[in-house]
């Protein structure tokens, strides 16, 4: 209805009931429902702001309605199993059967487009064997007094804030029950991380949550504090997120609850967006002091750190300060720029940063060909959901894996997108209480559990069918890729490879390489 046919109806409806309640008083009753109707559709046509209601008052809102239900719709009704994004409904389904143990198996085929480009898949062997139990990995180098023996398999970066209380308490006691690291995220170490006491992996990132001084600086004397717990096994060094790499972290301001104030030492309902780079460093060498001091402070555990890849030849500069200075982390973690489990800009979530392949191509090349990758560890956290995901990513470089939203459909997340607005209605990333008392913690750290342990399950039956015995063995040439119509390659064909300690020398250093190398210097990123 347009709106000068809005106010005709309605002067028309008005003076209607007025004569005919002189005749039948009982029509007044109708105002009961036509006179909100008729207060609504006036101040439709009056508003400013949006056109649609001025235009056509009261069926207008029809519009809104349909568009906010239009999510659901598409995802339940029209989504097809492998095409949903960011995840599919088809590997939704896989972490949801595996954390609840039922049936995980798939009847009639692949429904995948096996000719399509862009379709991979492992090279098994005739010679395969029963799987093996899965191996666990050392980490910590020569200067790591107290080496974390890991899961292969870990629970990736998911602050308190962005996730509830009730979140963290099943993720950690999943973790404790499973025997796997649970990242706390920078949102510094929390009484929900401890709580159940699985193992934790700190994140230090730029906002020094949990080792902030009062001028928002690191503390070292909070950060030796922190780190003593037991419980606290490694410490991570955060200088950028797949979600948001050099933007720095988001926690809207709905979620500032007092508590998590407190953690964090910012202020009650306030938006907290963390410095997009560090204080405590400004060059590739005083990121390896830091990482020394780091270790120091907390009596020689492991300490890494973790980046999203955007200029490669800054990581190849954080390669030279490691030469010169004979500092070296006990461990990289890469994320890739599909990643992310909370609030991101628009335009950093879709066009900033490395997709996880790319860069942990080149952060593995770059320790190869500075001689430095036996004595680091390498994590890879970008969509990990199934064992074969796991099998590529340890295939491309990768000795373990982080997994963050696969961890939060095992607790229970619907994939509703809502993290960003204080109402998701698993109640996951939220700090509504109403919303969180919907999830049990008790039922999800089992949940947790037995998803992680599908998964590597899952990840060792491939291993045997390839014939192999660990998925340490997994090499490029074990993983194969659909480029065109009538053609597949490996990934040892597809990306270029170095040979170790290649780029030492001044011969045999591939062009993209050398021009990484000008001006490069380990005093300046």
């Given amino acids: 209805m ?8 309605a002067f028309l409806v008005v003076a209607a009931v007025a004569s005919l309640s002189t005749v039948w008083p009982e029509t007044l009753w109708s105002m009961v429902i ?35 239900v239009r999510p659901e719709f598409h995802q339940y009704f029209v989504e097809p199993n492998t095409g949903g994004k960011p995840f599919s409904r088809e590997e939704r389904s896989a972490v949801y059967q595996r954390a609840k143990n039922v049936r995980d198996t798939v009847p009639f085929g692949t429904q995948r487009d096996v000719y399509a480009t862009g379709y991979e898949y492992i090279a098994h062997s005739l010679v395969c064997g029963h799987p093996k139990e899965p191996p666990r990995l050392r980490i910590g180098g020569t200067a790591c007094t107290r080496p ?42 929390s009484p929900h991380h401890l709580g159940p006491g699985g193992d934790l992996i700190w994140q230090v990132g730029t906002g020094y949550f949990g080792c902030r001084g009062p001028d928002g600086e690191f ?4 950060f030796t504090d922190t780190v003593a717990h037991d419980a606290i096994k490694m410490v991570e060094v955060k200088l950028s997120q797949g979600a948001k790499p050099g933007h720095g972290g988001i926690l809207p301001a709905t979620k500032v609850t007092p508590e998590i104030a407190a953690i964090r030492g910012i202020p009650v309902g306030e938006t907290c967006v963390s410095p997009p780079s560090h204080t405590a460093f400004s060059t590739p060498t005083g990121l390896l002091e830091f990482i020394a001091r780091l270790r120091d402070l907390s009596g020689g555990k492991p300490v890494g750190f973790k980046l999203c890849v955007g200029r490669p030849d ?19 973690a890469v994320d890739g720029g599909e990643g992310g489990t909370g609030a991101a800009p628009i335009e950093f979530s879709n066009h900033v940063g490395m997709p ?5 191509v080149t952060i593995h090349n770059l320790l190869v060909g500075f001689g430095l990758r036996d004595d680091i560890r390498i994590i890879a956290s970008g969509k990990v959901t199934t064992g074969f995901k796991m099998a590529r990513l340890m295939a491309l470089g990768a000795e373990a894996c982080y997994s963050a939203r696969a961890m939060m459909f095992a607790l229970g997340c619907i994939q509703a997108r809502r993290c ?16 969180i008392s919907g999830l049990v913690i008790s039922d999800k750290r089992k949940r947790i559990c037995r998803f992680h342990a599908a998964t590597l399950e899952s990840l060792m039956e491939l291993v045997a069918a390839g014939g192999l015995y660990s998925p340490l063995e997994l090499r490029p040439h074990h993983i194969h890729r659909r480029v065109e119509d009538y ?10 490879w170095l040979e170790s300690g290649q780029l030492l020398g001044t011969d045999g250093i591939p062009p993209k390489y050398a021009t990484m190398f000008e001006g490069a210097t380990a005093d300046s990123f």
């Fill in 219 to 222: 503390d070292p004397e909070r």
């Fill in 420 to 435: 960003n607005a204080n109402d998701c209605p698993t109640g996951v990333a939220t700090q509504d209480r109403n919303l």
């Fill in 314 to 332: 800054e990581f190849l500069r954080i390669c030279l300060a490691m030469r010169a200075t004979g500092i070296t982390p006990d461990y990289v």
């Fill in 34 to 68: 036509l006179g909100p109707l008729l207060a609504l559709g006036f101040y439709d046509a009056l508003q400013p702001t949006h056109a649609i209601l001025r235009n056509y008052p009261i069926i207008g809102h029809g519009r809104y309605l349909l568009e906010s």
């Fill in 148 to 189: 974390y023996e890991s899961s292969l398999l870990n629970i990736s970066a998911m602050s308190y804030g962005s996730l509830s209380d009730a979140a963290v308490l099943a993720l950690n006691g999943g973790a404790k029950d499973g025997g796997f690291a649970h990242n706390t995220g920078e949102g510094g170490v």
């Fill in 356 to 360: 996880l392949t790319d860069g942990l």
């Fill in 2 to 9: 347009r709106r000068k046919h809005f106010f005709v109806t």
């Fill in 487 to 496: 053609e597949v390659q490996t990934f040892a064909e597809i990306y270029e």
